[in-house]
């Protein structure tokens, strides 16, 4: 064997033995690696709040009225049927939030197409009261109607229906008191 092709072969065997070195050392280094490293993980779950906005005429029996079909029926302390310009009639009314949001608290109050009466017919107010019940004296007690409402929380209201001197006789329509809970 000449010279220059052992040393060919001993050149090639030592690139081979780098090589291998290398492979496992690189092997090595990434079970090494591998050794080292740690992973960690948190997680939630989420859940969307929830209420139900309910309504009562007597301030314990409390059910839901979603639409105006389905409206509790008022009791006035005088009859609302026979109005003169300048009478005024009170109605107890109780809202009640539950679930788990808060939300604002919005009131209006419209007239129903379909009768002769109009807005410039009636006067409409409504307050807050400490306990149920609606006369005079409760409404001129009263407060504020809250913008806002939490759950679990009963807002009593007193409200009053004024006949103007624009009343007309013989008018005739149906009121609708509408309060609205958006959750906050």
């Not at 314990?60 to 609302?80: I, K, R």
């Not at 409760?138 to 103007?164: E, M, R």
């Amino acid at each position: 064997m000449d010279t220059s092709s052992a040393a060919k072969g001993l050149r090639r065997r030592r690139i081979y033995a780098v090589l291998a070195g290398g492979l496992v050392l690189g092997v090595g280094t990434a079970v090494t690696l591998a050794a080292w490293n740690d992973s960690e993980f948190a997680k939630s779950t989420f859940t969307a709040g929830s209420f139900v906005f309910q309504g009562s005429t007597d301030g314990t029996a409390f059910a839901d009225h979603a639409s105006e079909a389905g409206a509790a029926d008022l009791t006035f302390v005088v009859n609302p049927t026979n109005l003169s310009p300048g009478d005024t009639v009170y109605a107890p009314y109780a809202v009640k939030l539950t679930g788990s949001s808060a939300a604002d608290l919005t009131q209006t109050v419209a007239i129903a197409s379909g009768g002769t009466l109009v807005a410039a017919d009636l006067v409409f107010d409504a307050v807050a009261t400490t306990a149920f019940g609606c006369d005079a004296t409760a409404f001129n007690a009263g407060t504020a109607i809250p913008a806002s409402i939490t759950a679990g929380q009963t807002v009593n209201l007193c409200l009053k229906v004024s006949a103007t001197e624009d009343l007309v006789q013989g008018h005739t329509g149906t009121v609708t008191w509408k309060w609205e809970a958006v959750s906050q």
